[in-house]
Structures are given as C-alpha cells and as structure tokens.
T-cell receptor
C-alpha cells in the first residue's frame, strides 16, 4: 500500500465553486502536512503547511488535518480559473507525495 | 540566487549516453531532495541529502542512477547508460533543515531519451 493516496482527478468545477481536495495516508507517525500547487511545466510551489491536527486558513485556502482518520483536505473558496493546476499533498519531510489532483476551474 | 536553480532546463540525449543534471539549492539550506515526475504521474522520490549525513538513496530506481552533493551545496544527479524509460522531469528541492519541512522546488530538468 502506498503511504499517501490521492485521487488524480481530473476535477472540473465552475468559477466560484468551493473545491475540496483530499489525501489519505497510512503512517500515523506523520506530523507535517503540506499542499503544493503545480502549474503545467513548472516546479511545485508550497501552498499550505500545517503541523499535526487542526485547520489553517490563508485567504481563500483552508488546510485541514484529521490525524485520527489519517485524512487531510484542502478547500478552495470562490475558485478562480487561475487556480487551475495540479495539487499535490505531501507529508513528513517532503519525502511522501500523493500523485496529485488535476483541477480545472472553468469561467 | 533567491530560489532553487536547476540546469539544464531541457536535455535530449541518445539512448545509452550518460547525463548529468545539476541543482543549486537555496543558500543555507542543508536538506536537498531529488524527485522524478513522469507524464501525468506524481513525484517519485529518488534521493535525499541532509547536511553531512549519509544520503538516503532508497528511491534510486537502479544502479545507473547516482547523485552527489559537493560542499553541502550543489548537487549533481547522474544517469548512466540512459534508457527511454528514464525520460521524465527531474525535480530538485531544498529545505532549511531536517525539522523544517517546507521544501522549495526548482523548475526541473526535462529529460528526453531518444
């Protein structure tokens, strides 16, 4: 079993929708959780970074960690076409990445 | 520089040739990672350097792949006797230290083996 699982999508939503992206993981020792955004032909860029359980909000983005369920989420409010990218979750010292979810926000 | 720099940005090589890919991490970052990303795939971990410790090579797919990091800064990923299945984007990332897991990525080297 891969340590980090992420639905690759693609996920297509209309502009203004709330987007929910999720990952599950198997290693209960993971403490650090990150979301990266990757535009086509670019390197991933760090979007959100959380430690342990709880929520973290940054503008239109909210990262949520539920360690009891080994489940993390990224919510995007009022999605914009510029949010169209691949979103990758990562855990524990950036060694464990999900496959990434491809998101398309249509005007 | 301000970010992680990788060179070359693109590399086309013939099957069987050796290639070297270079990564300049952010100044002062002690941790350096190499990943491979094939079309439509996630990031495949290759190797991890942390300071002067022995690198974690557990992700290297075969003995044709090797990497070194000189002086705790610049790193070179070498692929010997390249195969077509080696075609991918090779990404390098660095972070400040082992406990700081905010890794910053370079733009990658797109390798095409023909």
């Amino acid at each position: 079993q891969k340590e980090v699982e992420q639905d690759p999508g693609p996920l297509s939503v209309p502009e203004g929708a709330i987007v929910s992206l999720n990952c599950t993981y198997s290693n209960s020792a993971f403490q650090y959780f990150m979301w990266y955004r990757q535009y086509s032909r670019k390197g991933p860029e760090l979007l959100m970074y959380t430690y342990s359980s709880g929520n973290k909000e940054d503008g239109r983005f909210t990262a949520q960690v539920d360690k009891s369920s080994k489940y993390i989420s990224l919510f995007i409010r009022d999605s914009q076409p510029s949010d169209s990218a691949t979103y990758l979750c990562a855990m524990a010292h950036a060694l464990n990445f999900g496959k990434g979810t491809s998101l398309l926000v249509t005007p | 520089g301000a970010g992680v720099s990788q060179s070359p940005s693109n590399k086309v090589t013939e099957k069987g040739k050796d290639v070297e890919l270079r990564c300049d991490p952010i100044s002062g970052h002690t941790a350096l990672y190499w990943y491979r990303q094939s079309l439509g795939q996630g990031l495949e971990f290759l190797i991890y350097f942390q300071g002067n410790s022995a690198p974690d090579k557990s992700g290297l797919p075969s003995d044709r792949f090797s990497a070194e990091r000189t002086g705790g800064s610049v790193s070179t990923l070498t692929i010997q006797r390249t195969q077509q299945e080696d075609s991918a984007v090779y990404l390098c990332a660095s972070s400040a230290d082992r406990a700081n897991t905010e890794a910053f990525f370079g733009q990658g080297t797109r390798l095409t083996v023909v």
